[in-house]
């Protein structure tokens, strides 16, 4: 019975499908918050708090196969985060508001299942991505531990493609500092040096009930100017494309405040429904991927990543410096792997369900190859939609993956060649009885001429009824090195043939017996060049589209990327080589150019060995 997804399991009872609609244009979302992470204060077994993950959270994110946006909602409790996260979703209700003084959100929630969104990209392209929306524990609690809370800031920010500011409307010293702290990672993150890494923001001044400024963004830059000009700079050179967004109060009594997720959209103030309905759709037009240098980030890569950087920081109970290259270059590794072996897994269950069930062995080679294409094609589309890294740790990946399925194909190919051995030899076996071995133990041949006739209908019922395959030429050139030379022998010995003509003979069937040699390794040579062909064809076909992909991944980043399109362009003309070399089909070219000069000097060789035999006979 097939297992059912995870993303599949969020029952009726879980989902709140007839929540609270927002309305207003923003799409309404099935589902409900689940727990991804939380923090466990120290405990007599350990020295420090640890931040442990949601086994069953992980879970749904691994089952998602489309590109990830990841919009973490971070800021101070009771300031309104969690309903923002859920007007994304287009309801009032969903994330945990609470009524009380103290922050109901502990830890990070995730919304489940992550919503689909289709949107163009700015080349142009329609994509469908999954949008997965974080609400992060309030900061600013007073009963927090201060190394959870510069922890789970710097988590949302180093796992986030959108990073949402929810802060007071009138800008304080404190929330700057906080903002300053993103520009200033180098304690705590080594970036990557030549690409995007850093979220998109977005500021939300909650509350604002100033002068609507006209431009907020031009008014939150004054502001910090005015407070931190150190700050403002850092902001500024770090964050080249942010938006910020003044939001009214909601302009309702204290008693519907305090239960926000049952709240009508008509019972707000216009002004506040009006300027996060304004909000939410910017956020939306201009939601960028989570990337891993040139790759987008999907559902596994994006579990284990986090798995990852979680496992860092409980290694210290202070913040320690998270190595981002690395990080990536782990992932890179444990994906490629685990692909690597979940394909020879899945060619390997094909293979074996084709010969144990589907069809009766021996197969001819051609429909051999024609399964193991199939299969192997299966395999190769689904490697390349979901392996990650850059064009040369791609290429690396491929050429193990080609020595991989090679030596797990050379295993069918050696069970189907001994099946046509045996079923060969067989055919062979009955015919030579039938019409050679019955009349010579009888002594039933009167002269050459009906030996002759004899080995002639062998042969010509044996090539009407054999599959016809290298191994079919191998078991008759096998039968011409031993049974034809004890059959020559023998009928020489009743006198039926003289030994001249005996000696002729011979010369004839171990001329033939070469040439059926020569053909059956040029047959077997044949079969594994075209199979080498259409594999290498598959596999240029699969590249060249991964690396379309990761020059669009790479052109939809927003920051100049001018290092990593140069490294970018070096590493795809390698690419290509990589794979080729594993192929590696050229010396057999070379070598069936050596077997059939080879045949064409037995072909000679056997004329003139007939001719002799002409003179003698």
């Not at 020879?344 to 399964?371: G, H, T």
């Not at 040029?522 to 594994?528: A, D, N, Q």
Request: net charge negative.
């Amino acid at each position: 019975m097939t297992q059912s997804s995870p993303l599949n399991n969020i029952t009726s009872d879980e989902s709140t499908e007839q929540g609270n609609r927002f309305g207003k244009g923003i799409e309404f979302r099935e589902g409900s918050p689940i727990q991804l992470l939380r923090y466990s204060e120290k405990s007599e077994n350990e020295k420090f708090g640890q931040i442990l993950l949601n086994p069953e959270a992980l879970n749904i994110l691994r089952e998602i196969n489309e590109p990830l946006a990841i919009i973490s909602v971070v800021g101070s409790f009771r300031r309104g985060k969690s309903y923002f996260a859920n007007v994304l979703h287009g309801r009032h209700d969903g994330f945990d508001l609470g009524p009380n003084v103290e922050g109901c959100t502990r830890g990070i929630y995730m919304w489940a299942p992550p919503f689909k969104l289709t949107s163009e990209q700015p080349n142009g392209k329609t994509i469908q991505k999954r949008v997965l929306v974080l609400d992060s524990e309030g900061i600013d609690d007073p009963s927090q531990d201060e190394n959870w809370i510069t922890k789970l800031f710097i988590l949302c920010l180093v796992i986030s493609s959108t990073f949402v500011y929810n802060i007071n409307g009138i800008v304080n010293r404190e929330d700057i500092g906080k903002l300053h702290l993103m520009t200033d990672l180098s304690k705590f993150i080594q970036e990557p040096k030549d690409e995007d890494f850093l979220p998109r923001l977005v500021i939300l001044l909650r509350d604002f009930v100033l002068e609507n400024p006209g431009n907020f963004k031009d008014y939150f830059l004054k502001q910090l100017y005015n407070i931190n000009t150190g700050a403002a700079k850092a902001i500024r050179e770090s964050f080249h494309d942010f938006d910020v967004y003044g939001l009214s109060p909601p302009g309702c009594k204290k008693k519907m405040l305090q239960h926000m997720e049952e709240a009508k959209t008509n019972e707000l103030d216009e002004e506040f429904v009006e300027e996060v309905v304004n909000a939410v759709k910017s956020i939306y037009s201009q939601l960028p991927l989570k990337y891993i240098s040139s790759s987008v980030m999907k559902g596994i890569s994006f579990a284990k990543f986090l798995e990852d950087v979680v496992e860092r920081m409980n290694s210290s109970e202070t913040s320690i410096l998270l190595s981002i290259p690395d990080e990536y270059e782990s992932i890179i590794r444990s994906i490629a792997q685990e692909l690597i072996k979940e394909s020879i897994e899945k060619y390997e269950e094909r293979m074996n369900n084709l010969m144990n069930e589907e069809v009766k062995l021996p197969m001819l080679w051609e429909e051999f190859e024609n399964m193991h294409h199939e299969y192997i094609s299966e395999v190769n589309k689904i490697f390349f939609e979901k392996i990650i890294g850059s064009p040369l740790q791609i290429g690396r990946f491929s050429e193990q993956l080609i020595k991989e399925t090679s030596k797990s194909k050379e295993e069918f190919v050696k069970k189907n060649s001994k099946e046509l051995m045996h079923y060969n030899e067989n055919i062979a076996k009955e015919f030579w009885t039938k019409h050679v071995e019955t009349r010579l133990n009888k002594n039933l041949f009167k002269n050459n001429k009906e030996f002759q006739e004899a080995l002639k209908l062998f042969e010509s019922d044996y090539n009407k009824s054999t599959k016809k395959s290298p191994e079919a030429t191998k078991v008759i050139s096998s039968y011409k090195k031993n049974q034809y030379l004890f059959a020559i022998n023998h009928i020489t010995q009743l006198g039926r043939i003289n030994a001249e003509l005996a000696k002729a003979m011979h010369a004839r069937e171990e001329a033939e017996r070469l040439r059926l040699e020569a053909l059956a390794r040029e047959e077997v040579l044949l079969l594994e060049i075209e199979a080498l062909k259409r594999e290498k064809e598959e596999y240029e076909k699969n590249i060249n589209n991964k690396i379309l992909e990761l020059q669009t991944n790479i052109e939809q980043q927003n920051k100049s990327q001018g290092e990593m399109k140069r490294r970018f362009i070096e590493e795809q003309n390698s690419i290509i080589k990589l794979v080729y070399q594993s192929f590696d089909d050229f010396p057999k070219n070379e070598e069936i150019k050596k077997l059939r000069k080879e045949n064409n000097e037995i072909k000679t060789k056997k004329r003139k060995v007939c001719c002799c035999m002409c003179v003698v006979v």
